[in-house]
Every structure is written in structure tokens, then in C-alpha cells.
């Protein structure tokens, strides 16, 4: 069975600098997804970035950007230039290509603060 | 842009007592998904539903358990017998097609308390 490990309960970091989130993951598969997810205050889960795993290149959305090394099988998420609405609980996630199945396994979150 | 909505946002309920958790997923989806948190812990999946029947379900999902997609735009997840170990927030996720490469998109949650 696949698992997502998230290491950091709580992350913070001050508005406009960066900060890494870290995210590790267990699978005897080849061919996968990863995703990161952003839950607000306000419950809602978000998507905020997805990797598949036979791509080498890491996936970037604007200030969100990942460090995917699948021979490691690390899945960091990096949030540049951060913003006060950034703060959320992040969750890493992990999909199997193969199949039928498409349930996301989860990470158990990191809590990211933004200082102003 | 389209949304997953999921009433009530709380939900209060006896222990024994029979609950109905609401969902109306975007409306050209066709894949639909139950996930639940209990505090503290981790987002863990319940029940995927297509094509009116359930297509995968996880040790948590038992008999107590159900889902039903009444009519063309409601999904819901009915529990029997609530026990004090059901509180937790329940998502709801739906997804546009098969293909894995699809995002599923989330609901706010509905947070249930077993009194």
C-alpha cells in the first residue's frame, strides 16, 4: 500500500520569502500522481499543483513550484515570494496511474503561517 | 467557477442515530468520492462512486456505510448508526473523467459530532 509522509506539523515563514514544504512517499509503482492540496481556514481543499510522475520536469504554477526526485521519492513543494493568504494547511497526495483506483492517499498536512 | 457544495456545514447528532451528509458535485463530473479527517489526523479516503455504483471503497466503509446519487445532481453519504468514533469532517470530491490525471476538486467538508 502507498503512503505519504509529511514530516513538518507546522512550517512558518515571513511574507515574500520562500519556504519548502516537505513531502515523501512509499510505492513499488512507476507511474503515478502526486499533488499538493491547500486547506484555508475556510475548509475548502484546493488544488495547488499536480507532478506526474513519468514527467522529469518539475511542474510550476506561478509562485508554486515543486521538487519532484523520484529515485527518492520526494515530492517538495516550494511557495516563493510568500503572501498572507497563503497560510493554510498543505497536504501532500499521491494517485496510482494504474487502473480503476483513483483514491487520493494523503499526507497528514503541515501548517503553514505567514508572518507579516 | 464551478464548486463542490456539501450542506450542512455542521452537523450535530445522537449516538445512534442516522445521518445523511449532502453533496452536489460540479455538474459535468462524473466520478464522485467521500474522504474523512478526524481531528488531528489525515485526509483518508471512503467511498468513490460512478455510473451509480460504488467503484471502490476502503476498510473504514462498512455497513454502516452507504452512498446514493438520488437524482441527477445530489451525492450522499448516509451513516446507520453513528458511533462517537464518526466525528470527524467528511469531504466530498468529484472529478471530471477517468483518467487519473484528473484533479478532484473538494467540497467545503461537513463537520459531524457524535454526541
Known amino acids: 500500500a502507498q503512503t505519504v509522509t509529511q514530516s513538518q506539523p507546522e512550517m512558518s515563514v515571513q511574507e515574500a520569502e520562500t519556504v519548502t514544504l516537505s513531502c515523501t512517499y512509499d510505492?513499488?509503482?512507476?507511474?503515478?500522481?502526486l499533488f499538493w492540496y491547500k486547506q484555508p481556514p475556510s475548509r475548502q481543499m484546493i488544488l495547488v499543483i499536480r507532478?506526474?510522475?513519468?514527467?522529469?520536469q518539475n511542474a510550476t504554477e506561478n509562485r508554486f513550484s515543486v521538487n519532484f526526485q523520484k529515485a527518492a521519492k520526494s515530492f517538495s513543494l516550494k511557495i516563493s515570494d510568500s503572501q498572507l493568504g497563503d497560510a493554510a494547511m498543505y497536504f501532500c497526495a499521491y494517485r496510482t496511474r494504474m487502473g480503476s483506483n483513483y483514491k487520493l492517499t494523503f499526507g497528514k498536512g503541515t501548517l503553514l503561517t505567514v508572518n507579516p | 467557477e464551478p464548486e463542490v457544495t456539501q450542506t450542512p456545514s455542521h452537523q450535530v447528532t445522537q449516538m445512534g442515530q442516522e445521518v445523511i451528509l449532502r453533496c452536489v458535485p460540479i455538474?459535468?463530473?462524473?466520478?464522485f468520492y467521500w474522504y474523512r479527517q478526524i481531528l488531528g489526523q489525515k485526509v483518508e479516503f471512503l467511498v468513490s462512486f460512478y455510473n451509480n455504483e460504488i467503484s471502490e471503497k476502503s476498510e473504514i466503509f462498512d455497513d454502516q456505510f452507504s452512498v446514493e446519487r438520488p437524482d441527477g445532481s445530489n451525492f450522499t453519504l448516509k451513516i446507520r448508526s453513528t458511533k462517537l468514533e464518526d466525528s470527524a469532517m467528511y469531504f466530498c470530491?468529484?472529478?471530471?473523467?477517468?483518467?487519473?490525471?484528473?484533479?478532484?476538486?473538494f467540497g467545503d467538508g461537513t463537520r459531524l459530532s457524535i454526541l
Open positions: 507532478q506526474e510522475a513519468y514527467k522529469q
Open positions: 510505492t513499488s509503482e512507476s507511474d503515478y500522481y
Open positions: 455538474s459535468n463530473h462524473l466520478y
Open positions: 470530491a468529484s472529478s471530471e473523467a477517468e483518467y487519473s490525471n484528473q484533479p478532484q476538486h
